[in-house]
């Protein structure tokens, strides 16, 4: 397993939703290890080339504090209240930072590694947390959501990160 960086297509790909969870307890450790590693807070499946609704995060990025974790399956936002700006970076787009919009407090159902169902409330920056990485699920990336003004700022970045995807999967 390792990141998918943009603009890989599986990242534009969207996801269905996940029938059987059994091999996703292994999946997500993986995905836990590799987020830890790489110093985010959030990883979706999508960003580990598998196109189906997984996400895993914990808002601290700290491994010593494994009770943060949370693995959401076929999440769904029920309500959204507030908005705010705040910077977001991505592992799949290593280097870029932007501010994006997001809510600050939303209700979010889904179902566990069990498949168990959960609803609960985020807050702050773990309701941000959430809106990314489900960003991910939808084929939607954060510089989709960047102001004109951070679109403009990170323009060369984003086409560096091109080249090098383009130069990698020449096919020859
Ligand atoms: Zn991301």
């Not at 390792?2 to 993986?30: F, N, Q």
């Not at 590799?34 to 110093?39: A, D, S």
Request: proline share 6%.
């Amino acid at each position: 397993m390792k990141i998918v960086l943009y603009p890989d297509p599986v990242l534009r790909r969207g996801t269905k939703a996940v029938d059987d969870t059994s091999p996703w307890k292994e999946r997500a450790r993986e995905m836990f290890d590799l987020m830890y590693e790489t110093q985010g807070v959030g990883l979706a499946a999508p960003q580990v080339g598998i196109s189906e609704a997984v996400l895993v995060l914990n808002p601290t990025g700290d491994k010593e504090k494994p009770e943060e974790e949370l693995v959401l399956v076929n999440p769904r936002i029920v309500s959204r209240k507030g908005k705010e700006w705040g910077q977001e970076g991505c592992l799949s787009f290593p280097g870029i930072w932007g501010d994006v919009q997001r809510a600050l407090k939303i209700v979010v159902h889904a179902i566990d590694l069990d498949g168990q169902p959960t609803e609960f409330v985020a807050e702050d920056f773990l309701a941000r947390v959430i809106q990314h990485e489900m960003d991910h699920l939808n084929g939607v990336v954060f510089i989709d959501r960047f102001s004109p003004a951070d679109k403009i700022r990170t323009r060369n970045q984003i086409e560096e990160l091109e080249d090098r995807w383009r130069s990698q999967h020449a096919s020859r």
